[in-house]
């Protein structure tokens, strides 16, 4: 049964309205206006169009920030991905870690991202649930109240490498580049982080788990739900995704289905500075990457009765 970790009331939340200006060469952004809650910044998450996706100015409803989250565990790395039933959007995605900016870190969007990491994703030992910094700066235990931090053995955030191009908010320049886009769909400026999760090797057996925040009668509730981690790792080659996903449950790696999987915009067709999409088919992003997803086993496909009599006549040809 999931457990109720924090209520929040969501009008606490306040964020600023930007306006954007794209040039070839960068992206700059400003607040304008005045803070919004919650409710006001979904409703001005409107449908908008420029005519030069590399040169424009407009007026955008918020900043989002999102971690494409590299995990290193036991020698291997692995994208983590989050599901998520988007409210406002109707449909139910796997997407990066992300989260909406609040008004007093517009310039500190990198905070944000820090946040939301330990927000959504929990990692649990057989002691307790870790703990992380980032670099020399412990990470917020947002659900100290219900269950238990181990302090003695943190996980470690650290960036990566950033994108080519400069983004500014006013005249100052986000040092850690994170990779920027304007969703047209939602008019907003997303902003996507590069950082490196590594969790110490003495920490097993490990369990993943998403928590997110859902609004549920005028109040964001965040629950753990142990039937459903929602929380997936794909792994990685030589820096390269491979067409698989799993979840991971005592440091057993349990194949997860793909089937009708749709991934958010961040993973779609990038033009310029802007994203038209709202989702991507997983099918339809292996295509775009050039991946080829793993063959079905045939046995799979067996009846139990029938899998059962070709393993004995397997078992009878190898006698």
């Known amino acids: 049964m999931p457990r109720t970790l924090i209520r929040k009331n969501p009008s606490n939340f306040k964020t600023l309205p930007l306006f954007v200006e794209a040039t070839p060469e960068g992206l700059s952004y400003q607040s304008v206006g005045m803070p919004l809650n919650f409710s006001q910044t979904l409703q001005r998450r409107r449908k908008i169009e420029v005519a030069d996706s590399e040169r424009f100015s407009t007026e955008l409803a918020n900043l989002g920030v999102s971690v494409r989250l590299t995990l290193s565990w036991q020698n291997r790395d692995y994208w983590v991905l989050v599901r ?39 990692i649990e030992t057989p002691q307790g649930w870790l703990s992380g910094r980032f670099n020399d700066t412990w990470l917020p235990a947002p659900y100290a109240a219900a269950l238990h931090y181990r302090e003695a053995m943190p996980f470690r955030l650290t960036p990566l490498s950033g994108a080519a191009r400069p983004v500014r908010c006013g005249n100052m320049t986000l040092i850690e580049r994170p990779r920027a886009y304007v969703h047209l769909p939602t008019a907003s400026l997303q902003l996507i982080y590069d950082l490196r999760l590594e969790v110490p090797r003495e920490a097993r057996p490990l369990s993943l788990f998403h928590v997110d925040e859902m609004l549920e009668d005028d109040q964001l509730v965040a629950r753990l739900n142990r039937s459903k981690p929602d929380l997936y790792l794909m792994p990685l080659e030589n ?24 991934l958010a915009e961040s993973f779609a067709a990038q033009e310029g500075w802007v994203v038209r999409d709202e989702r991507i088919r997983w099918k339809d992003w292996l295509r775009q990457q050039g991946l080829t997803p793993p063959k079905k086993s045939r046995i799979k496909n067996l009846t139990g009765k029938a899998r059962q009599l070709l393993q004995m006549a397997r078992s009878s040809l190898s006698k």
Do not use: F, M, N, W
């Open 84 to 122: 998520q039933r988007r409210q406002d959007r109707g449909d139910v995605v796997l997407k990066l870690i992300s989260g909406y900016v609040p008004a007093q870190e517009l310039a500190l969007p990198l905070h944000t991202a820090i946040q939301e990491v330990a927000e959504e994703c929990l």
């Open 239 to 262: 820096g390269v995704p491979l067409p698989e996903l799993y979840t991971l449950k005592r440091d057993k790696l349990i194949p997860a289905s793909t089937r009708g999987l749709y």
